[in-house]
């Protein structure tokens, strides 16, 4: 089973950027998605963005369309998320998962990290 870790997380005033990192071991398959989810205390598991690895297509909710952009590394076999003007309500901890399909629920993935914190201060 495929192991991913999250880097890059931190402390971040309103309106700053961040920019993590999820590292897999091993190579996906072209046709897998790497994803982003964001957890905090408010709220259930929130999908962010995804980005299937061979094509890079990539897809967004709403709620960060615009502010944060997936990318991807093959050669590095490192995912990137790219936020920016943050907003307090961007806080949490951020998770990185793969599957084979893009799913707002959490357990269609089947590998997931342990995840980064983000605080955005006010």
């Known amino acids: 089973q495929a192991q991913l870790v999250e880097s890059g997380g931190g402390l971040v005033q309103a309106g700053g950027s961040l920019r993590l990192s999820c590292t897999i071991s091993g190579r996906p398959y072209s046709s897998h998605v790497m994803v982003w989810f964001r957890q905090s205390p408010e709220k259930e598991r929130e999908f962010l963005a995804g980005?299937?690895?061979?094509?890079?297509?990539?897809y967004y909710a709403d709620s960060v369309k615009g502010r944060f952009t997936i990318s991807r590394d093959r050669a590095e076999n490192t995912v990137y998320l790219q936020m920016t003007n943050l907003k307090p309500e961007d806080a949490g901890l951020y998770l990185c998962?793969?599957?084979?399909?893009?799913?707002?629920?959490?357990?269609?993935?089947?590998?997931w990290g342990q995840g980064t914190q983000v605080t955005v201060s006010s």
């Open positions: 998962a793969t599957g084979s399909s893009y799913s707002n629920t959490p357990t269609s993935y089947w590998s």
């Open positions: 980005i299937r690895w061979g094509y890079g297509t990539t």
